[in-house]
């Protein structure tokens, strides 16, 4: 029925055009979705969290191969 108003309504042009009644459950809670700001302090966390880490691996480099003894509790 659909496909038939859109014909009399005269809405298709010559292309072919394919419609099904695809559901997809939508999410959009806080944590879940990112806007431009969000996606560039996320971007800043991680470069900083790799600066950090590579710091630490120069200052382990700088100590020598001295590996720590493990904690037992």
Same mark, same amino acid.
Request: proline share 1%; aromatic share 6%.
């Given at each position: 029925?659909?496909?038939?108003?859109?014909?009399?309504?005269?809405?298709?042009?010559?292309?072919?055009?394919?419609?099904?009644?695809?559901?997809?459950?939508?999410?959009?809670? $806080?944590?879940?979705?990112?806007?431009?700001?969000?996606?560039?302090? $996320?971007?800043? $966390?991680?470069?900083?969290?790799?600066?950090?880490?590579?710091?630490?691996?120069?200052?382990? =480099?700088?100590?020598? =191969?001295?590996?720590?003894?493990?904690?037992?509790?």
């Amino acid at each position: 029925e659909f496909v038939t108003l859109c014909r009399k309504l005269d809405l298709f042009s010559a292309a072919s055009v394919a419609i099904d009644g695809s559901k997809f459950k939508a999410v959009n809670a $806080r944590d879940k979705n990112f806007t431009e700001a969000k996606m560039k302090r $996320r971007l800043e $966390r991680i470069d900083e969290s790799i600066a950090r880490y590579l710091s630490q691996l120069e200052t382990a =480099d700088r100590h020598g =191969d001295a590996v720590p003894e493990a904690k037992v509790a």
